[in-house]
């Protein structure tokens, strides 16, 4: 056991770097790449934009004047104007809201489905029967049980994330490497230390990735939520923006929508990847 | 230390069944293994050899017979009985460290005193530059000293090695080997030790517990006499291990003609 072997063994599992470029270029080369493609489409839209069905659609530039009264206002100065702020916070609580509501129920409920027997067995059948019925199948139904208002599109962003939780949650309690468990109880874990010790851990890494498939699945849904009976909210914004004939407001939505989804991703993400620096996750 | 006696395997058998039909995978095995000999299990694949090891372990429950670690009747795993498995088993989300610590802190060893240990055995497998990194930022070779560390933190006084370094590429193994053998001197444990490799098994060991297979049962126990350190090329060696083989094969061959 000399120190000598366990260079060479370090080394030989230490990747060769490749030649890196300059820091400045590592981070701009991958910016004006990704921007390439929506500079093409915007240019695209702008030419065409007053030509044929695209008349009735707004020019990019008209978008981005929406875009900045919809956050700021001073422009229009409607109903409208720097109105963003209310319409998004209510959205984002109802996502963050039902979504919470389904991680709260679908992660112990998985782990039990995952762990006990008699609980799958007795769950699994039903649960596979109701998840493909999509999620907005479930609106009218919840429209009369909840009424018109939010309490339906949190419903249903509750029911649009509690499948990818559940069945993640399900799947990582259920491929846990057997020989952990045998590694464990070899070294005298059992019982509901095995649960804490081994099942836990080794299951996060899938539970995570069904927290992000879910609220994926909840940006999605609550524009359907929010399409009828409630006044303010993104989806509310962009229904009557169908209503007035308004393309600018529409688009606007659909952005903002767009980069909330994103960022909220990018949150999960950095969550997963500081708590399991062990199984880090690439965006 | 625990104390730890001899371990004892009597007329272990293990029968699995296999959609309907019933497989003797195991047959009237007998095995005493006495306090810090190094015994190896050699044998082709369906020997039984990894079924025996996973019994002594507590994994799998023989069908007939009993294994008697000391006074004490095996039931199920327990901490004086570390198995060292192929594909090392370490827990990917603790770093090297914590996997060597888990033993100890399972048991409620004190935390400095399990501090101590861990630090040891650590240093005993020459990791400690690699202490606070994760399993997969560890060669093969480190991740099976990792798995060594953790069940020797572990108190455990018989170590049970199913194929550990199969996996390892040709350096790396005959420098766990070595290793190994280092660390067998020095902690007077007792090792049962699974391969396929004869060239192993002779290296190794006080003693070859030849294996066959259909039914899986014990062929012959050969004392390995020669001196150590031992030279694979020296031609004392290559007479031990061409007869083991012989031995196998001859056994091989004539389930083939039959």
Excluded at chain 1, 248 to 274: C, E, H, Q, T
Excluded at chain 2, 212 to 237: N, Q
């Amino acid at each position: 056991m000399t120190a000598t072997v366990d260079t060479v063994e370090a080394a030989s599992t230490a990747r060769a770097a490749p030649a890196v470029p300059s820091g400045w270029r590592r981070r701009v080369v991958p910016v004006l790449l990704a921007l390439i493609f929506p500079a093409c489409v915007l240019a695209a839209w702008q030419f065409a934009s007053g030509t044929g069905r695209l008349r009735i659609v707004a020019t990019p530039h008209e978008v981005a004047l929406m875009m900045w009264d919809f956050a700021f206002g001073g422009i229009y100065d409607d109903a409208y104007s720097g109105t963003l702020y209310i319409h998004l916070y209510e959205s984002m609580r109802r996502v963050y809201g039902g979504f919470a509501l389904a991680a709260l129920v679908a992660i112990p409920l998985g782990l039990l489905i995952g762990r006990v027997k008699v609980v799958r067995q007795m769950l699994d059948p039903t649960f596979q029967i109701l998840r493909p019925i999509p999620v907005t199948a479930w609106l009218p139904l919840s429209m009369i049980f909840f009424g018109l208002g939010p309490s339906s599109a949190i419903s249903l962003v509750f029911l649009g994330a509690f499948y990818p939780i559940l069945l993640n949650t399900v799947f990582g309690v259920r491929h846990v490497d057997p020989k952990l468990f045998e590694a464990a109880a070899m070294l005298g874990c059992s019982g509901s230390a095995m649960f804490r010790r081994v099942v836990l851990p080794a299951a996060l890494p899938s539970i995570f990735n069904g927290l992000r498939l879910g609220l994926g699945f909840a940006w999605v849904v609550i524009v359907v939520g929010e399409m009828t009976g409630v006044p303010t909210g993104l989806g509310a914004a962009i229904m009557d923006g169908r209503t007035l004939s308004r393309t600018d407001l529409i688009i606007s939505g659909m952005i903002v929508i767009g980069i909330a989804g994103f960022v909220s991703d990018k949150l999960v993400l950095a969550l997963n990847n500081r708590l399991l620096r062990w199984n880090v996750q690439h965006g | 230390m625990a104390e730890f006696g001899q371990l004892h395997v009597s007329n272990v058998s293990k029968e699995f069944t296999i959609g309907t039909q019933r497989v003797l995978a195991l047959s009237h095995a007998d095995l005493t293994v006495p306090r810090g000999e190094f015994v190896c299990l050699v044998g082709a694949s369906g020997c039984g050899k990894t079924t025996l090891l996973r019994i002594i372990a507590g994994f799998e429950v023989a069908t007939a017979g009993e294994v008697r670690v000391g006074k004490h009747l095996v039931t199920g795993p327990g901490p004086e009985r570390g198995m060292v498995f192929q594909d090392y088993a370490l827990f990917p989300w603790l770093t090297v460290r914590e996997n060597v610590a888990f033993g100890p802190r399972e048991r409620g060893v004190p935390k400095a005193e399990a501090r101590e240990r861990v630090d040891e055995f650590i240093h005993m497998v020459g990791l400690d530059a690699f202490a606070d990194r994760h399993p997969h930022q560890l060669s093969g070779g480190m991740k099976q000293r990792v798995a060594i560390a953790r069940v020797l933190a572990n108190d455990s006084q018989l170590l049970l090695m199913d194929e550990p370094f199969g996996a390892l590429d040709a350096l790396t193994r005959e420098r766990l080997q070595e290793e190994l053998l280092e660390i067998w001197q020095r902690t007077k444990l007792t090792v049962l030790f699974v391969t396929h490799s004869m060239e192993e098994a002779v290296l190794l060991s006080d003693r070859v517990v030849v294996m066959t297979a259909g039914p899986g049962k014990i062929e012959s126990d050969y004392r390995v006499a020669l001196p150590r350190p031992r030279d694979v090329s020296s031609p004392e060696f290559n007479d031990i291990r061409r007869a083991l083989s012989a031995k196998l094969t001859s056994h091989v061959a004539k389930r083939a003609a039959a």
